[in-house]
């Protein structure tokens, strides 16, 4: 119900966008967002944002990251991108509106996309 879109390989400092639209059945979303997982570590809160244009980021993708919705479409703009930055990028649709920066794994997930940053 979630589909991905804008993963690759790209060189340090360069940039992608990443895409996530969800079907129609899911209805009354609040919260959608991104996440990634690198090999051998936890799932992790990238940026999300609810329908209200609150948002939140992690630490690491202030001031190189982007996100923006429309609808039930979210979009990652990923700028300056670094080798710690290669994981793969899950999309997230939730209906919380407490802790909807939060992963769960109830929650509605994309396949995921992999981002993969290197010379």
């Known amino acids: 119900q979630l589909e991905e879109s804008g993963g690759g390989l790209v060189q340090p400092g360069g940039s992608l966008r990443l895409s996530c639209s969800a079907s129609?059945?899911?209805?009354?979303?609040?919260?959608m967002g991104w996440f990634r997982e690198a090999p051998g570590k936890q799932r992790e809160l990238v940026a999300a944002?609810?329908?209200?244009?609150d948002t939140k980021y992690a630490d690491s993708a202030k001031g190189r990251f982007a996100i923006s919705r429309d609808k039930n479409t979210v979009y990652l703009q990923l700028n300056n991108l670094k080798p710690d930055d290669t994981a793969v990028y899950y999309c997230?649709?939730?209906?919380?509106?407490?802790?909807?920066?939060?992963?769960?794994?109830?929650?509605?997930w994309g396949p995921g996309t992999q981002v993969t940053v290197s010379v």
């Open positions: 129609r059945t899911i209805f009354s979303i609040n919260a």
């Open positions: 997230n649709a939730n209906r919380r509106t407490t802790g909807w920066d939060v992963a769960r794994p109830y929650d509605d």
């Open positions: 944002i609810t329908k209200g244009g």
